[in-house]
Structure formats: structure tokens, C-alpha cells
Nanobody, 127 residues
């Protein structure tokens, strides 16, 4: 079972990036997939979750409206579209699995529910 995040890079403030989370050894129709990030010197925090069916999503309150998660079942891949990026969005971004998307009490608590962490992808937002 492996999740591989990709698509990171350098972008100017106000720009956009789309990250991909490619799954192997599991189907994205069987698991909820979450996105997370960890900035230097900070704890890992949750960003979003998309259910196995794709019909339900969860977003961290602070990121609603700027970040959108979706999935392509044919490609067995989940995406994170990030718009209006800010320097404080600079972090390593990860994806992982949970059985369902839950009503997480907070975005740091969200981390404890997820498994099958893939290697992250670096996103740097600067001018």
C-alpha cells in the first residue's frame, strides 16, 4: 500500500498549484483520503478529506474557499487544488487514508486518524 504525493514546487503569492496523491495497492473508492501539511518547526495539520465515494468532503475552516479536493477514480488519484496561495502555505504536503471522513475536533487531532502516509511534496510560496 503506497500513497505518493506530487505536484509541489515554487509559486509566487497569489498563484495556484494542484497536488496529486497517487494510490497503489489500494483503491481510492475504498478509503477516505486526507491532505495534510507540515511547515518547518510546526506540527502536522489536516487540510481536507474526501470520502471513498467522493460525495463527502471536509476542509479546515481556515482553508475553505481556497483549497479544493477531488478524485479521479480511473487514475486512482486524489487531488488538492490550491488557489490564492500565501507564504504561510509553505510546507511539505502529505496524503494519507482513513476509513471515513469524520467530524474532526481540530486539524491537529485529524492526523491521529490517518494511516498509510506517503512521502510528501514540498510547496514553497514566495516572491
Amino acid at each position: 500500500v503506497q500513497l505518493q504525493a506530487s505536484g509541489g514546487g515554487w509559486v509566487q503569492p497569489g498563484g495556484s498549484l494542484r497536488l496529486s496523491c497517487a494510490a497503489s495497492g489500494l483503491s481510492v473508492t475504498q478509503y477516505a483520503i486526507g491532505w495534510f501539511r507540515q511547515a518547518p518547526g510546526k506540527e502536522r495539520e489536516g487540510i481536507s478529506c474526501i470520502s471513498s465515494s467522493g460525495g463527502s468532503t471536509f476542509y479546515a475552516d481556515s482553508l475553505k474557499g481556497r483549497f479544493t479536493t477531488s478524485k479521479d477514480v480511473a487514475k486512482n488519484t486524489v487531488y488538492l487544488e490550491m488557489n490564492s496561495l500565501k507564504p504561510e502555505d509553505t510546507a511539505v504536503y502529505y496524503c494519507a487514508t482513513d476509513s471515513v471522513c469524520r467530524k474532526y475536533s481540530d486539524i491537529k487531532d485529524m492526523v491521529s486518524w490517518f494511516h498509510n502516509w506517503g512521502q510528501g511534496t514540498q510547496v514553497t510560496v514566495s516572491s
